[in-house]
């Protein structure tokens, strides 16, 4: 992910009693500014128009849901050893800021680059050095401002899905993706509403109780599970519309 390797890029691991917070960016994706009964009706077109990214079908949702920066906290939390209440996300529309480290000094560094994954490919490729990459350079002048908001609750119920399930552990992070992926593929069949992929998922957490996972294979088998419960609170077409 773009944001994990901004962070990577400022994040000072040999002092990290120094850092205070991490902050992940998000653009707030196609409907940032919708209302919420308009995101009720959207269509899979209208979720994945995204306005800065070209990406797939799938995390093209993810980002309309903002499932996708729930699932890169978790990922955070475990990549940086960094604890959960001390990891913001932040609406960030241009997608020019890609993540920001902050110091107990209140330093704030923050990683800045052309919203192209040929960036992060590239740094990660010639890590610790730094490789030419074919991608637009940044014009600040140009882009004239950046701009920073708090994500809305109520419009991206998956950012609390996320939190949640990294808190409680166990199995539950692995629940959240698997119903999240089958809620998605039933909202791009038109099975489902787009509000309604959080609903599935915020169900299917509920339904099925907390483990531990001891290994892969119990892991394979919780996603199998998440995925069969999910489905049954898909249903058809006409059930969906009661989630």
Not at 69 to 84: M, N
């Amino acid at each position: 992910d773009s944001e994990h390797n901004a962070i990577f890029q400022v994040f000072e691991a040999g002092r990290r009693e120094a850092i205070e917070r991490i902050v992940l960016t998000a653009s707030g994706g196609p409907f940032r500014e919708k209302s919420v009964e308009g995101m009720e009706r959207a269509s899979p077109e209208e979720a994945g128009a995204h306005p800065n990214w070209r990406m797939g079908a799938k995390i093209s949702v993810d980002s309309a849901t903002m499932m996708n920066k729930g699932l890169e906290l978790i990922e955070a939390h475990h990549v940086f050893q960094f604890p959960e209440d001390r990891i913001d996300i932040l609406v960030h529309p241009q997608s020019v800021v890609h993540g920001l480290v902050c110091y107990t000094d209140g330093s704030m560094l923050a990683q800045l680059g052309s919203p192209d994954m040929r960036t992060p490919i590239a740094y990660t490729l010639a890590w610790p050095e730094r490789m030419p990459a074919p991608v637009r350079r940044l014009d600040l002048a140009q882009l004239g401002k950046l701009t920073f908001e708090p994500p809305d609750p109520e419009r991206f119920p998956a950012l609390r899905l996320a939190r949640a399930a990294l808190r409680e552990g166990g199995g539950a992070p692995t629940i959240l993706n698997a119903a999240n992926e089958t809620a998605v593929h039933a909202f791009l069949s038109r099975q489902i509403g787009f509000r309604d992929i959080a609903r599935v998922v915020e169900r299917t957490l509920e339904a099925l109780p907390d483990r531990a996972l001891a290994g892969l294979e119990d892991v394979y088998a919780l996603d199998r599970e998440a995925r069969e419960t999910a489905a049954r609170f898909v249903g058809s077409r006409a059930s969906a519309v009661a989630i």
